[in-house]
């Protein structure tokens, strides 16, 4: 997770450099920043730990993921405009985590508006009961680990 962070920070770094050639000024809602990445973080913890201690007894669980970060890739509007989508298909992706950083970050960076505080706020507390779950769980399943590995 910190290698994905310290990733993340450069590719941060490359957006913002290119933001500010291409517009001659990063905005100043981007210090709504923090507000998106301490969730971010703590959904990536938990899910990391609960992955990790559950790995470790399925196998083939990484197969499984792979398809399920593509699954998810796609269903994110990150290469398309979630307008162009029905409303029905809006509301089924405000329960997506991921679509609510995505909404974020666009507000922020690309329409230089606050991010919508109320999916913010239940992200938060979606990652941080994720976050404590994720470790609970890795906490409990690592006895084992010596055994199954």
Known sequence: MISGA???LFALGIFLAGLLIARGTVPVTALWLPVLVIPQLLFTAGLCWFLAALGVYMRDLSQIIGFILNLVFFLT???YADTALPA???KILG???VYVLV???RSIFLENQAPALAPVATLFL????LAAGGYWWFRRLRRGFADVI
Do not use: F, H, K, W
């Open 6 to 8: 310290v990733t993340e």
């Open 88 to 90: 029905a298909a809006q």
């Open 77 to 79: 509007p990150i290469l």
């Open 103 to 105: 909404r974020g970050y």
């Open 126 to 129: 979606g990652s941080l009961l």
């Open 95 to 97: 329960v997506n985590p």
